[in-house]
């Protein structure tokens, strides 16, 4: 089996016809290995930007990639992804995390209208396969970053070549050669189906209606931390920063608190988040805080004053 390990770059866009952004594609950069992971053949294209007119000042300073580059250089989005689609046929496409499959499919379908690419049958997350491996070393409550994994694997490179497509896929690559031989890579391929274009495209998001079919309201009932006792709130639960927030206080104890509660949707279901903060801790903070503006303010007039 022969595996494509691709990286991308891309810019935000935006697009008159869809009247939104989209991260279009301005650089491919991969390398196609054979199963021992040996480099067999290399890609390397820039893209002549048809969506958006310049880079913006963030995309120059991280890729060093210039407008005059592109536009010298560049080919067409469409005729690249059949050169890719050729390099890539019968090949395990690899990437660091769904980022660039995300920016794939986008670019894929605003051109073609269809997001279905038919060089795409069979998918493996290097992001994924690393975290796993590497899960007793690291804290998989925080995505594991490229580069990140290379300095904890003691892979070589150089900072200054990172955020280019052909180095980050190489990159990409003596990361997974640094665990090949100890963990399998065939256990994290999947196929790409209905399913897997479904959960790629479905965009995660709050649930801010209470009125939801899909909220929980059993998430909104809490106990009380001093003595047990179930508690009603005091009053509507209020929308703020994506999360519903209400005053509790218990009449058995008198005990107060904030509760925060907010629900995620998934592709797989609703992720439930639940805070509680002591009321006396919140008031504490607020009169800290208003004393130091206090402070300020007198410092200030003081200052304007001599």
């Avoid at 594609?25 to 390398?31: D, K, L, P, S």
């Avoid at 690899?94 to 379908?109: P, R, S, V």
């Avoid at 995505?143 to 904890?152: F, K, P, R, T, V």
């Amino acid at each position: 089996m022969n595996y494509v390990i691709l990286d991308l770059e891309w810019n935000a866009s935006y697009s008159s016809q869809l009247q939104k952004y989209v991260n279009e594609i301005i650089e491919f950069g991969a390398v196609k290995v054979d199963e021992k992971f040996n480099i067999t053949d290399k890609f390397s294209r820039l893209i002549l930007p048809q969506i958006g007119k310049r880079l913006s000042g963030r995309v120059k300073k991280l890729t060093k990639i210039t407008n005059e580059e592109l536009r010298q250089n560049g080919v067409p989005f469409m005729d690249v992804a059949e050169d890719f689609a050729r390099f890539s046929e019968d090949c395990v496409l690899i990437t660091w995390g769904t980022t660039d499959i995300h920016a794939l499919i986008e670019n894929y379908q605003y051109y073609t209208d269809d997001c279905h690419m038919p060089f795409f049958n069979l998918y493996c997350d290097a992001q994924h396969y690393c975290e796993k491996c590497l899960k007793k070393n690291i804290n998989l409550s925080n995505q594991l970053g490229l580069g990140a994994c290379a300095e904890l694997l003691g892979v070589n490179y150089e900072k200054d070549e990172q955020h280019r497509a052909f180095a980050d896929a190489e990159l990409t690559l003596e990361c997974i050669k640094k665990l090949i031989g100890k963990f399998s890579i065939s256990d994290y391929i999947i196929e790409v189906d209905v399913k897997f274009y479904d959960r790629i495209i479905f965009k995660n998001h709050f649930i801010t209606d209470l009125s939801n079919s899909e909220v929980d309201k059993k998430q909104l009932k809490f106990i009380c931390e001093k003595c047990g006792k179930k508690l009603s709130p005091k009053k509507k639960w209020k929308l703020k920063n994506n999360s519903f927030v209400n005053e509790f206080i218990c009449p058995n104890c008198g005990y107060e608190f904030i509760a925060r509660v907010s629900f995620k949707q998934r592709f797989d279901g609703v992720v439930v988040k639940r805070k509680t903060v002591d009321k006396k801790i919140i008031e504490a903070k607020k009169a800290a805080a208003k004393l130091e503006k206090a402070k300020k303010e007198a410092l200030s007039a003081a200052e304007n004053t001599t």
